[in-house]
């Protein structure tokens, strides 16, 4: 896993998530979209991050730091986020 990754897994809620998403995008050109779906399967927390950057050409460039797969014209990139009680803010 990535550093970029590394730093994701570490927002211990959704809004620290977006923030972090948000920074990130900003090296890249401004988001057009960013949706993020939360999912609790087996005490696991996982993030679904759905992006559009403005720019094509730059999306490209954040889905190979990220290692983000296409989602239609999306970026999909999925996190691994901490248990609730582990959690930090």
Known sequence: MNGAMN???RCGDIQSLRTALVHLCSG???LSNLEILT???AGRR???CLLR?????R???LM???GASR???QACVVIDMPPQDQAQA
Do not use: I
């Open 46 to 48: 996982r993030a679904v």
């Open 59 to 61: 999306q490209k460039e």
């Open 28 to 30: 890249f050109g401004p």
């Open 53 to 57: 950057l403005a720019s094509m050409e």
């Open 39 to 41: 999912m609790k399967e």
């Open 7 to 9: 730093d994701l897994g």
């Open 64 to 66: 190979a730091t990220l």
């Open 71 to 73: 989602f239609g014209d």
